[in-house]
């Protein structure tokens, strides 16, 4: 039997090629994150966590329109990218918190209407995820907002659902910071967010912190668009309310047949996540005219991953639906899904995701010929003693110690 697309993606796509395309398009935009470094550069950050924010400016480049589809980003097959194909980075340089803040004074000083676009990306994500991601974001939605991608410590694996999130909680002060600065910043003059699946969570609390520690929310922040959002309904009423009445314009994306929101609400205690509701059904239908909440239902929409968790970023309608509402006045994951993800996202359920040795059994035979499963679980195989690796010999089962499989800064083995 011969398989096709066993090779997965290649790493280290962030290291900066020389070569250019005329006819491709940039997308330049400034990165904060709470990761920690990355042993490989053209990695730059991992999905730990790093005591302390970091900083850096990251231009991409976009190939040209005819060669690829509106929504998508077409990742590099190989090494080096050819920027008349694939996406490439054209420059990854850390900065300090100085060089960042220089960098977006300069930018928004070039900007047409003296706007931010922050982008914080959801569940799932690696790095290079999340860069290219809201490259595309951006380039396909037309927006002249100034872009400023949050990247969180996300391990980039459906079997880290609980690392993930305690990471959106460790983020939060870093994020409200930023909303801080940028609401102090007297040449930015209107702040837009717009938030992905876990991501909710974290923007939404990090503007709920903001409320409450200085009285209200700052008017220059116009839009707050919540895609996908993995954020208990419950939780979300009292969010708003501790925002106060003065709050942003709201924009809902909404899909019930989000199969990765169906796998967090039995995470969850079988409570709807709010990405997930049917906006026309009591009690939400009156709770979202009431805070004035705008709800684009995304369910007909035949785009997006195998999740169908990132349709907001790949339905060309919607990524120009969210340009032009920047533009008017101011889904997206983009990680690797093998075919042992989705096995284990449709039969293994909530003790899979939630981390135990259940959802690694059940991947475990497809890890050996799928390259991106063997890649998502290459950090948990150490509760069933089973190597995933990247070799020819990667269905070969091999005990692999602790330090091998999770690595000295993992915070250990989850026995």
Same mark, same amino acid.
């Given at each position: 039997?011969?398989?096709?697309?066993?090779?997965?993606?290649?790493?280290?796509?962030?290291?900066?090629?020389?070569?250019?395309?005329?006819?491709?398009?940039?997308?330049?935009?400034?990165?904060?994150?709470?990761?920690?470094?990355?042993?490989?550069?053209?990695?730059?950050?991992?999905?730990?966590?790093?005591?302390?924010?970091?900083?850096?400016?990251?231009?991409?480049?976009?190939?040209?329109?005819?060669?690829?589809?509106?929504?998508?980003?077409?990742?590099?097959?190989?090494?080096?990218?050819?920027?008349?194909?694939?996406?490439?980075?054209?420059?990854?340089?850390?900065?300090?918190?100085?060089?960042?803040?220089?960098?977006? !004074?300069?930018?928004?000083?070039?900007? %047409? $209407?003296?706007? *931010?676009? &922050? =982008?914080?990306?959801?569940?799932?994500?690696?790095? +290079?995820?999340?860069?290219?991601?809201?490259?595309?974001?951006?380039?396909?939605?037309?927006?002249?907002?100034?872009?400023?991608?949050?990247?969180?410590?996300?391990?980039?694996?459906?079997?880290?659902?609980?690392?993930?999130?305690?990471?959106?909680?460790?983020?939060?002060?870093?994020?409200?910071?930023?909303?801080?600065?940028?609401?102090?910043?007297?040449?930015?003059?209107?702040?837009?967010?717009?938030?992905?699946?876990?991501?909710?969570?974290?923007?939404?609390?990090?503007?709920?912190?903001?409320?409450?520690?200085?009285?209200?929310?700052?008017?220059?922040? !116009?839009?707050?668009?919540?895609?996908? %959002? $993995?954020?208990? *309904?419950? &939780? =979300?009423?009292?969010?708003?309310?501790?925002?106060? +009445?003065?709050?942003?314009?709201?924009?809902?994306?909404?899909?019930?047949?989000?199969?990765?929101?169906?796998?967090?609400?039995?995470?969850?205690?079988?409570?709807?996540?709010?990405?997930?509701?049917?906006?026309?059904?009591?009690?939400?239908?009156?709770?979202?005219?009431?805070?004035?909440?705008?709800?684009?239902?995304?369910?007909?929409?035949?785009?997006?991953?195998?999740?169908?968790?990132?349709?907001?970023?790949?339905?060309?309608?919607?990524?120009?639906?969210?340009?032009?509402?920047?533009?008017?006045?101011?889904?997206?994951?983009?990680?690797?899904?093998?075919?042992?993800?989705?096995?284990?996202?449709?039969?293994?359920?909530?003790?899979?995701?939630?981390?135990?040795?259940?959802?690694?059994?059940?991947?475990?035979?497809?890890?050996?010929?799928?390259?991106?499963?063997?890649?998502?679980?290459?950090?948990?195989?150490?509760?069933?003693?089973?190597?995933?690796?990247?070799?020819?010999?990667?269905?070969?089962?091999?005990?692999?110690?602790?330090?091998?499989?999770?690595?000295?800064?993992?915070?250990?083995?989850?026995?």
């Amino acid at each position: 039997m011969q398989l096709s697309g066993c090779a997965g993606r290649p790493r280290g796509v962030l290291t900066p090629v020389a070569e250019t395309e005329p006819s491709a398009s940039k997308v330049e935009m400034v990165v904060t994150t709470t990761r920690s470094q990355a042993g490989n550069p053209g990695e730059m950050f991992s999905g730990e966590r790093a005591l302390a924010p970091a900083f850096a400016e990251i231009t991409v480049s976009i190939p040209p329109a005819n060669v690829r589809k509106v929504g998508e980003v077409a990742w590099p097959k190989k090494l080096p990218p050819n920027p008349a194909t694939d996406f490439a980075v054209l420059k990854a340089a850390e900065v300090d918190r100085k060089g960042a803040e220089d960098w977006l !004074k300069k930018s928004v000083a070039k900007s %047409p $209407d003296r706007s *931010v676009l &922050v =982008f914080i990306h959801g569940f799932n994500n690696r790095f +290079e995820d999340s860069v290219y991601r809201f490259a595309q974001i951006v380039n396909d939605s037309g927006a002249h907002s100034v872009p400023v991608l949050v990247t969180w410590p996300s391990r980039g694996s459906l079997l880290a659902y609980g690392y993930d999130r305690e990471s959106t909680n460790y983020t939060r002060n870093a994020l409200e910071n930023l909303f801080q600065y940028l609401a102090k910043d007297p040449d930015i003059k209107e702040v837009s967010v717009l938030a992905h699946s876990m991501g909710n969570w974290l923007a939404l609390e990090s503007l709920r912190q903001m409320a409450i520690r200085n009285g209200r929310l700052p008017p220059k922040f !116009k839009n707050v668009m919540l895609a996908a %959002p $993995d954020v208990d *309904v419950d &939780v =979300f009423r009292s969010q708003i309310a501790d925002m106060g +009445e003065q709050h942003p314009q709201f924009t809902l994306f909404v899909s019930r047949d989000d199969r990765a929101l169906a796998v967090s609400k039995r995470v969850w205690g079988n409570v709807s996540r709010l990405g997930s509701i049917d906006p026309t059904q009591e009690p939400y239908k009156t709770e979202l005219a009431d805070n004035k909440i705008t709800v684009i239902d995304l369910t007909e929409i035949k785009a997006g991953d195998d999740l169908r968790h990132s349709k907001f970023a790949e339905s060309p309608q919607i990524v120009q639906l969210i340009g032009t509402r920047l533009s008017d006045g101011q889904t997206l994951t983009d990680s690797r899904v093998g075919l042992g993800d989705r096995i284990v996202a449709a039969t293994a359920g909530a003790a899979s995701v939630a981390g135990t040795a259940a959802g690694l059994a059940v991947a475990a035979p497809v890890a050996m010929i799928d390259q991106d499963t063997r890649d998502n679980y290459g950090r948990h195989v150490d509760s069933l003693g089973v190597a995933v690796s990247d070799g020819p010999a990667a269905g070969v089962p091999a005990k692999k110690t602790c330090d091998e499989t999770q690595g000295t800064r993992g915070g250990g083995c989850n026995r």
